[in-house]
C-alpha cells in the first residue's frame, strides 16, 4: 500500500493577495492546484506551472495534475482511498 496524503496551504505573498494551494500525493504521483481571488495573481502562478513540474522532476517526484482552478475553491477534504486522518489541523 503506497501513503497517501494531501496538504492544504494558505498563502499570502505580498502583492498577489490570499492564494490556496492543495498538494496531494496518491497513486505515486503529486497533484497540485491553486486557487484564490485575484484573476492577476493565477495568471501568474499559471504561466509558471512548468517550473513547479521541472522541480518536481529534479526533486525525483511523479508529476499528476498541476492547475490552477478559476475562481473556486476545489475540496480540501483528503481521498477516501486509503488515507489516514490528518496529523495536523491547524483549524480545529
Not at 503506497?2 to 492564494?19: C, F, I, R, T
Not at 526533486?59 to 490552477?68: E, P, Q, S, T
Amino acid at each position: 500500500l503506497q501513503p497517501n496524503w494531501s496538504v492544504v496551504l494558505e498563502l499570502n505573498p505580498a502583492g498577489m493577495g490570499v492564494l490556496h494551494c492543495k498538494v496531494s500525493l496518491f497513486d505515486g504521483k503529486i497533484d497540485t492546484y491553486f486557487w484564490g481571488d485575484f484573476p492577476d495573481s493565477m495568471a501568474q502562478i499559471q504561466e509558471n506551472l512548468d517550473v513547479l513540474a521541472t522541480r518536481y522532476n529534479d526533486a525525483g517526484l511523479a508529476v499528476g495534475n498541476i492547475d490552477v482552478v478559476d475562481g473556486a475553491k476545489i475540496s480540501t477534504e483528503p481521498n477516501q482511498k486509503g488515507t489516514m486522518p490528518p496529523l495536523l489541523d491547524e483549524f480545529a
